[in-house]
């Protein structure tokens, strides 16, 4: 299994990077899915698609496996939530990428970017005014800032969240633990950290955690 990195963030915290190179049938005899999970597989219309999904909920079970066999159930705002309330999860994917996150104590976020020259465009859409006169608007710092809002985005799992007026993530990182950079970050008023990491050229990985679950 094409695990690239399973990282302990902190004790009670962990991602994996899987690189997606199986098919669709070798990726589903890794899982047992369950009626809801085979369902919303079979709803991916695109192979690609499919094989992204799959390789995130890969990722994930090589997270859950010392707690035994999971199933993953979704909210009514689609976020995933497992049997066990306390622990959150998340997943994300992207190109031949799937990852996944776990936090034992709480909310997570996780996401998963691959650079484009398309960001330039859709800027405007993201920035907040603050992250505007203190981040540089290269491809890099704004591919940074995207996967930062998407994990943070995909922890609070809330629809009515505005990417460009909810969200500020800092410039500049204030702690660097290898491999991780971490930064502050807040939606509206909560405290959040993210932790950003690049193993590969143009590849952001992001996890976001509130600070009262770090």
């Known amino acids: 299994m094409p695990i690239i990195e399973q990282i302990q963030v902190e004790p009670h915290m962990a991602f994996a990077l899987w690189h997606i ?100 465009a859709i800027a405007k859409k993201f920035i907040h005014p603050e992250e505007k006169r203190t981040i540089p608007m290269t491809v890099e710092d704004l591919t940074r800032i995207w996967s930062a809002k998407e994990a943070l985005y995909k922890m609070f799992g809330r629809k009515q969240l505005t990417f460009g007026t909810d969200m ?25 950290h993210t932790f950003h990491y690049c193993p590969l050229a143009g590849l952001h990985i992001t996890l976001a955690i509130p600070v009262n679950h770090y």
């Open 168 to 192: 500020v993530v800092e410039a500049k990182s204030n702690l660097e633990s290898q491999p991780f950079k971490r930064y502050s970050a807040k939606y509206k008023n909560e405290k959040c």
């Open 21 to 120: 190179t199986e098919s669709e049938e070798e990726l589903l005899e890794y899982l047992s899915l369950n009626s809801a999970e085979l369902q919303e597989l079979t709803s991916i219309n695109h192979p690609q698609k499919k094989r992204e999904w799959l390789g995130a909920r890969n990722a994930l079970k090589s997270l859950v496996k010392p707690y035994g066999q999971f199933y993953i159930h979704k909210d009514p705002n689609g976020k995933p939530f497992l049997d066990d309330p306390n622990i959150g999860i998340s997943m994300s994917h992207a190109g031949d990428y799937g990852a996944a996150a776990i936090n034992l104590n709480g909310m997570i976020g996780i996401d998963v970017e691959i650079e484009r020259a398309q960001v330039l």
